[in-house]
């Protein structure tokens, strides 16, 4: 595993900057008229407050509409601001101990591509004209637009051919940049409908010039190992595990969470995968639950597995939202955040507290990165598991049941969070109805 010693630390706040700072839905003609992205600047000592020690930044790059039509990968989207602010944000958050990384989209770009534009000018021709999969008609020339790929039946993203070498090479130069100005490393997106070979490629020559990058790939599907393995990656998104903690809770069948983390015990076996229970192509887990009381065993299981954590901004407060397959069906949960978190509603102490507590054992804890898990009590509504690293070991406790629950504390002699508390003298431990623990 090629990931960097600095992960094992990492705890990201995931940000959607074009709806954290309520930019317009298309480009604009106004370059860098707001310079919004320094509306993030104030929210760092929140960050850092929260306990996270990064920001994972969405789409920052020139696109057309939501980011993930990029149009130019050198350029800060006009609708946030310029290549200084993005320099600013970069210094403030380093000089806060806070890592950045990036949203690289290299599976697909916008119709506005120069290169693709270069194409429909230029026709078969063009310099650019192997970078993309396209089909000329008999006529095809200058002017005629060909048939082309796109990502998923989007015809406004152009999928790239990263068999073509130049592909590579640009995505490399793109990467090694940002790199270059501060940016840790690079969320990948989509990186499961691109050939592993391509990332295997790419990553290994910019680990070349910065070996302490850190890549996570996109996969919601399939062999997440081989797929890591394969494509020199550090990580890949945990999707199995956020559908079986907001499946689990909701159905009170902690069963497929218990199967769901033995999988996870094999997957930590060759990396830390980017564990999650909300970003911005999901509904939010406040909305996903059925009954929302239930968020913080979600957070508690988040912020005890192995993996690297990544809370997603507004979930530390409460916010609610639900993702729709419609157009601007992702607004819900990419929501304008307030100007400084002196503007935060009141309501959103008590998860936000939560948060803090979890976050606070895990930086104390820092072993829980590559910690495999053991299940020791199991029912419907119960559920205690071990989660250990050699002498390394805490014990998490959850009770879904409408009864004080007197479950095994394993050993433990103290609870380090939540509202239980130990029966002295019997080796077990009282969780209140719908509660949680976590012993040490």
Known sequence: MNEPDWVQHAIWWQVYPLGFVGAEKTATLDPAADHRLLDLVPWLDYAVGLGASGIALGPIFESETHGYDTTDYFRIDSRLGSLEDFDTL?????????RILLDGVFNHTGRSFAPFQDVLKSGPQADAASWFSLEWPDDGGPGVEPAYQ???GHHHLVALNHEEPAV???????????LGRGADGWRLDAAYAVPSSFWSKVTARVRSSHPNAYFVGEYIHGDYAEEVRAGGL???TQYELWKAVWSSLNDANFFELAATFERHNALLSSYAPLTFIGNHDVTRIASKLSDAALVPHAVVVLLTVGGTPSIYYGDEQGYRGVKEDRAGGDDDVRPLFPPSPDHLSPLGGPIFAVHQELIGVRRRNSWLHRATSEA??????????????GADALVVALNLSH???RLSAAGATAVVAGAARLDVGTDAVLVPPRGWAVLG
Do not use: I, K
């Not at 970069?90 to 806070?98: D, I, K």
């Not at 590579?168 to 940002?178: H, I, L, R, S």
């Not at 009590?377 to 598991?385: A, G, K």
């Open 90 to 98: 970069v210094t403030e958050a380093h000089r806060r101990g806070l």
């Open 150 to 152: 796109d990502f998923e």
């Open 168 to 178: 590579a090479d640009f995505v490399v130069e793109v990467m090694e940049y940002w």
């Open 234 to 236: 550090d990580s890949a």
């Open 403 to 405: 009864d004080t629950q």
């Open 376 to 389: 020791l009590q199991l029912s419907n509504e119960v559920f205690v598991y071990r989660l250990a690293v």
